[in-house]
C-alpha cells in the first residue's frame, strides 16, 4: 500500500499538533491564573461630558423607551410579547408543538428582557439628574 506524499505530511502534522496540544495543554494547566484586572474611575472632560448629556444619553433613554413600547404593545404590535404569544397559540392549534415552545420561550425571555429595561431606565435617569445638571 502506497501513501501520497500529501497524506503522510498530514498524517505528521496531525502528530505534531496532537502532541504539542498535549504538551502545552499541561504547561498551561499548571500555571498560575493571570491577575483579574482593575477598573479605574473614568474622569470626563467638561466639553465630554457636555456631548455625553446633550446627544449620547437622549438617544440612549429614547431608544429604550421604543424597545419597552414595543415589548410591551398588543397582539398586533410585532415582536411584543403578545404578539409571540398569539403566534405560539396559532402554530399549537396547527400542531407545530416544538415551534409553540420556541416561541413561548422567546416571549418570556422578553417579558424578561422588560424588566431589565426598567432598572436601565432608572440608572440613566439618575446619571442625568447627577451629571447632566445645567451650569448656573
Known sequence: MRRSVRGTVAVGTSAVVLL?????GTTVASADPSPTPTYKQ???????????????????????????????????????????????EKQKAKGHTKAAA???????RRSERLTQLGTMKTKLESFKTQHCQAAK
Open 102 to 108: 420556541q416561541l413561548q420561550k422567546r416571549a418570556d
Open 20 to 24: 504539542g496540544g498535549l504538551v502545552g
Open 42 to 88: 473614568v474622569t470626563l472632560s467638561p466639553e465630554e461630558s457636555q456631548k455625553l448629556c446633550a446627544g449620547k444619553l437622549p438617544k440612549m433613554i429614547e431608544r429604550r423607551d421604543k424597545l419597552a413600547k414595543r415589548i410591551s404593545g398588543g397582539a398586533d404590535v410585532k415582536s411584543s410579547v403578545a404578539w409571540l404569544k398569539a403566534r405560539a
